[in-house]
Nanobody
Framework: QVQLVESGGGLVQAGGSLRLSCAAS????????MGWFRQAPGKEREFVAA????????YYADSVKGRFTISRDNAKNTVYLQMSSLKPEDTAVYYC???????????????????WGQGTQVTVSS
């Protein structure tokens, strides 16, 4: 089992930056890919970014490419999401996810992750 705890959310003005963190505990040595997803009110949860076990491969939704950067520190069992040039449409609850056997082709799929954090709210004001 894996436990995930997100932090770093908050209120920021449009154009600002935030860094989200996701600390993993438990069977962290078995984690393959980790990802960030978000869910706005009344909308389905959507993929934001994912990163492979070693951090050598990263994946981004088109809506965040060039603005968000995902990274991981395996020594700290932590994955980060650096968000810049934030827009009001980035407002959502952001969730960290992890899985033991996910492949790169599956990294963007919500249903492909078994472990989820509780989420952290990000609000971008205009």
């Amino acid at each position: 089992q894996v436990q995930l705890v997100e932090s770093g959310g908050g209120l920021v003005q449009a154009g600002g930056s935030l860094r989200l963190s996701c600390a993993a505990s438990g069977r962290t040595f078995s984690i393959a890919a980790m990802g960030w997803f978000r869910q706005a009110p009344g909308k389905e949860r959507e993929f934001v970014a994912a990163i492979s076990r070693t951090g050598g491969s990263t994946y981004y939704a088109d809506s965040v490419k060039g603005r968000f950067t995902i990274s991981r520190d395996n020594a700290k069992n932590t994955v980060y999401l650096q968000m810049s040039s934030l827009k009001p449409e980035d407002t959502a609850v952001y969730y960290c996810a992890a899985d033991f056997i996910i492949t790169p082709a599956q990294a963007t799929g919500v249903a492909n992750y078994d472990y989820w954090g509780q989420g952290t709210q990000v609000t971008v004001s205009s």
